[in-house]
Structures are given as C-alpha cells and as structure tokens.
C-alpha cells in the first residue's frame, strides 16, 4: 500500500503513455487484418496480403506522394520565410515590431477551421480553381509561424558577441552571416523544417476546405472513413511510424556519439 | 531576398563601415520581413476581410452573392446553431480538463522520475504524431467497438453507468456517444498538454522540493506550494493548445460520433462543402472566432494574475 502511494505519479503516467500508444498498437496489428467487409474495424484473420502490395488499392499511392510533394514545398517556403522574419525580429530593432509579433501569433491562436473557412472564402471570391496551389500556399501560410517560433527561440539563445567578434576579426555582414550566425542557428531552422513537414503532411483541415478535388493522403483517408478502409492505409501508418522512430533514434545516437567525440 | 538585402561583401575590410549608406543599412529588417509578411497578410489577414464580407452577402449560387450588409444571418445563424457551440465548448473545456488530468501525471514522471529513460519516453509521447492522426483516429472506432473489451470492461466496473447518468453514454455503446468524441479529442490533442508542461516541470529546480521538504511539507503540500505553481506556465499554454484546437474539430465527432454530438466545426464545414450556404459559414465561424478569442483573451489575463500571487 505504501509501494502504492509513492508510485501513484510513475502509474498514473504510465496509464496516460499507455492511452497514447494504443491507437498506434491498434493500427499497427490491423495492418495485418484480412477483414471480410469493406471496413477494416474488426479482427478477422492474419493476413501479410496488404504489407505485399501497400499500393494495391486505386489512389492510394497518388495521394501519398501528392502529400509528400507539398510537405516538401511547403517546408522550403515557410522555413526561408520564417527564417528571415526570426532574425529580423530578433537581430534588428524596427517599428512596428509589436504588429508583427502578433501577426505571427495569430495563426497559431485561432482555430485551424477558422483559417481554412476564410482562405476559402477568399479563394471563392476571386474565382481562384482549388487544387495544388491553393493547398500549398495554405500551408506555407500556417506553418509560417511555427518556423518563426522555432527560429527565434534558438537565435535568442545564443550570444550576440560572437557576431561582434566576428565583426572585429573583419568578417563582412555576409561573412559573419554564413560562418557565424547561420550555422548557430541551424537547429532551430532545422526543427523549425521539420515542424512544417509534419504538419503539412498531416494536415486536414485546411486542405479539406481548400482541395477542391485534389487529394491528399489525409483527404484519402478521410474519404476511405467514408466509403470502405483499406488495410493498406494502416500499412502506411505503420511504416510512417516506423521510419519516423527509426529516424529519431538514430538522430539521438549519432548525437550522442559525436558528444563523446568532443569531449575526448 | 535576403542576399540582394545585405550589402556585398566589403572587398577592403579594413575600411571602417562609415562609407555604407545608413538608409540601406536601416532597411535591412524591412527586406527581411518583407516576403513573410506580404504572405501573412494576403493569405491570413485578406481572408479575414473576405469572410467578413462574405458573411454579410446574401443571394444564391445561381444567381451569384451580393453584399448587402445583412446582419440578420449571425442573428439566424447564432438562434439555429447554439446548441453545436455550446456543445462545441463543452467537448473542448471537458478534452481540455481530462488533458490536464491525464497529461500532468505523465509529464512530472518525465521531468522527474524517468532518469535515464527520458529520452525515450519523449519519444514514445511524440511518435503517434508521426501516424497520420486520421488514422489514429479510426483506430478508436475499433478499440470503442460494440460489444469489445474495453467496453465490456467499462461496463463491469460500472463506469457506463457513471457516463450515462452524466448523459454522456447511452446504454452500453460508447460508439456515437458524446463519451466517444471527448476521448477522441482528447487523446489527438494530449500531446499538446503534456509537451508545454514537461518544458516548464524540467525547468524546476529540485531543490526547491528538498527545500520545501526540510521545512516539513508533505509531498502533498511541496506540489500545492512550490511544484503547480511553478509550472504554471506550461499550464497555461497546455491548455490554450489543447482548448483551441479542439473547439474547432469537427473530425472526432464526424468519425466517433453521431448526429446528436455535432460541432460546430461540422455545421461549418457542411455550410461551406455540402450546403454551400457561404454567408451562414462565414458567419458561424467569424462567431467560432470572436468567441475563442475573447475566451483565450480573458483567461490569459486571469491566469496571468493568479501566476503573480
């Protein structure tokens, strides 16, 4: 009873990990589902037919790498543009900076379907055709300011007398920019990149409205919730999580690896 | 852009920077700012103006949309649809509160009791990200399903019982009930809520907690005293990213729920896609704005104060 009481904390978040996990156990075990209907919601047998033939259903493939080409786009915009509005908020005093600040924040505060709804309303106005352009100026537009976000965090962390330094070892303004403050900043307009990326990738909300008749891999799943879900959705699932972890962990180990090798 | 902005490299740099053009210098920032901005208010500040617009038009789809300053339709559009904002407010304030619930246990064991498996338990809190969250989404509906474990489970503790009184399940379904579509946004939103509060727990000194514990509190005391209020602001901006992304959901209620438990992000995106009746849309989510943000505005403020005290 004791024990209990003083690893309620550690159980009680292990329950919440455990509550976040089980979607992806679900998603993962019902890729190897061989249902009988059109709907892949109930265990029937075990089947590897779908790991075989991840493309074997009309579109689906299509739409993935329509979903990865815009998450691509997107990132090198939002992340150039961020970029440049970090350093300019954090390197240089200017009017109107409080205006811009909250330009920057205002995306981030309001509900996603409130942007989407009024990109539409403008999109309808001008009379603009809905489809890979519409999409991809949305998402440059919402993942914006989460690269500025990331950005300016990094660049407020580090110390400006290493740009002075610079400046007096004689470095120009571009030297001192590409040498000194670029890489410094690295990180953040690389967490900044790989923000946007997943949010564009996973996005639905805005590109629901905003698609027209183009389809995403999240508008693909949306429609399949519709019409039937085929075990293949959950391979992608699957192996996008996958790849991801893997990503991730190797990212640690060579972090770490190149750590030690510093401080030897 | 940035490239034209800077002046070209100084070929002489012994020369002091007397002779570079003070006005080119000072407008540095503004090159910089410049695409971004332009970007900003084009495709987030105009759409606003058009939504406004758009929602005080009036005419058919046939015939084409005037503005005619019809206010009446937020009046008609507030009297039709409170019910799915009221609704709408109460599923995110209940996603939000369970967040908070579930997600503070987990983050302080990150911060403070996970030692070496820190690391991996930040990993294991942000990888369902990498699944694409529609079809985490859909998984509930097999984990909620009729008849399954989970709910048979539910059922023999006599949870359902608690949630049918609460009016939140109906029988022993948990499918289609108001039930199902708060533990779909919560759990889609949870992440949210636990990474802000971890930033501000790992933040925390731990000797405040032997500080507090020499002075004799009790563990209870030491979290009300020192722990809570310290991590306040990872409260605060935990549930602002958990409260105002779910108000506007409507994908957890269209998948996990039925028609008794739509949103008003449902009214709007049927208004602007299936209906196109697009001055009510625009209106009902100028409204859906106005609301956030007035709410968002309020509680910044009052959190704001109790963090001082």
């Not at chain 1, 209990?4 to 993962?28: D, E, K, Q, S």
């Not at chain 1, 061989?34 to 037919?49: H, I, K, M, V």
């Not at chain 2, 039709?80 to 369970?98: D, I, K, N």
């Not at chain 2, 820190?118 to 990993?123: A, F, G, K």
Request: aromatic letters at 12%; a positive charge.
């Amino acid at each position: 009873m004791q024990w209990l009481r003083r690893n309620l904390v550690v159980i009680a978040g292990l329950c919440t990990l455990a509550y976040l996990i089980l979607p992806n156990v679900v998603v993962t075990v019902f890729s190897f589902n061989n249902p009988t209907g059109r709907f892949n919601y109930a265990w029937q047998e075990f089947s590897l037919d779908a790991w075989k033939d991840p493309c074997g259903v009309a579109d689906l493939c299509g739409s993935l790498a329509l979903s990865l080409q815009i998450a691509l786009w997107a990132t090198i915009g939002a992340t150039v543009l961020g970029a440049m509005i970090a350093f300019a908020l954090v390197r240089y005093r200017f009017r109107a900076r409080g205006a811009v600040n909250s330009l920057i924040f205002l995306p981030m505060a309001m509900p996603e379907i409130v942007m989407a709804a009024s990109l539409l309303a403008l999109f309808l106005n001008m009379g603009v055709q809905l489809g890979f352009w519409t999409i991809l100026i949305a998402h440059v537009m919402f993942c914006l300011s989460f690269v500025v976000a990331a950005v300016k965090a990094r660049v407020l962390s580090m110390d400006p007398r290493l740009e002075e330094a610079a400046r007096d070892l004689y470095a120009g303004p571009v030297q001192t920019f590409l040498r000194v403050t670029l890489p410094i900043a690295a990180p953040g307009i690389a967490a900044g990149a790989l923000l946007s990326f997943a949010l564009s990738f996973d996005d639905f909300i805005i590109t629901n409205f905003n698609s027209g008749n183009t389809v995403t891999f999240p508008m693909f799943v949306w429609g399949s919730a519709q019409r039937g879900t085929p075990v293949q959705i959950n391979v992608i699932g699957t192996a996008m999580f996958v790849i991801a972890v893997l990503v991730v962990v190797v990212g640690q180990m060579v972090g770490t690896r190149r750590k030690k090798a510093q401080h030897k | 852009m940035s490239a034209t902005a800077a002046p070209p490299q100084a070929p002489a740099p012994a020369e002091p920077p007397v002779h570079r053009p003070a006005l080119r210098k000072k407008l540095v920032p503004y090159w910089l700012l410049l695409p971004g901005i332009v970007w900003l208010l084009v495709f987030f500040v105009l759409p606003m103006a058009y939504q406004a617009s758009t929602s005080v038009q009036t005419g058919s789809l046939e015939e084409g949309f005037q503005v005619t300053w019809h206010f009446r339709t937020y009046w008609d559009a507030l009297t039709e649809y409170y019910p799915q904002f009221l609704r709408s407010l109460l599923y995110a304030g209940t996603a939000t509160a369970l967040c908070l619930l579930l997600g503070y246990p987990l983050a302080y064991l990150i911060a403070f009791k996970a030692g070496r498996w820190r690391n991996l338990l930040l990993v294991l809190v942000i990888a369902p990200f990498f699944t694409s969250f529609l079809i985490r989404t859909l998984a509930w509906k097999t984990i909620l399903a009729d008849g399954g474990p989970v709910v048979g489970a539910l059922n023999t503790i006599g949870f359902l019982d608690v949630t049918s009184w609460l009016g939140m399940t109906e029988g022993d379904r948990v499918l289609a009930t108001p039930l199902a579509v708060v533990c779909g946004l919560t759990y889609n939103f949870l992440p949210f809520m636990i990474l802000p509060l971890y930033t501000s727990l790992e933040r925390i000194d731990t000797r405040l907690h032997e500080a507090a514990g020499d002075l004799y509190a009790t563990p209870a005391t030491t979290f009300r005293k020192v722990t809570f209020p310290l991590s306040m602001p990872g409260v605060v901006s935990g549930t602002l990213l958990t409260f105002i992304p779910a108000s506007g959901d409507y994908v957890n209620a269209e998948l996990l729920g039925s028609t008794d438990t739509r949103m008003i992000g449902n009214v709007i995106q049927s208004q602007y896609l299936r209906i196109l009746d697009y001055p009510t849309a625009a209106a009902l989510s100028f409204i859906l704005m106005a609301v956030v943000l007035v709410m968002v505005t309020i509680y910044i403020r009052r959190a704001g104060t109790e963090d001082l005290v």
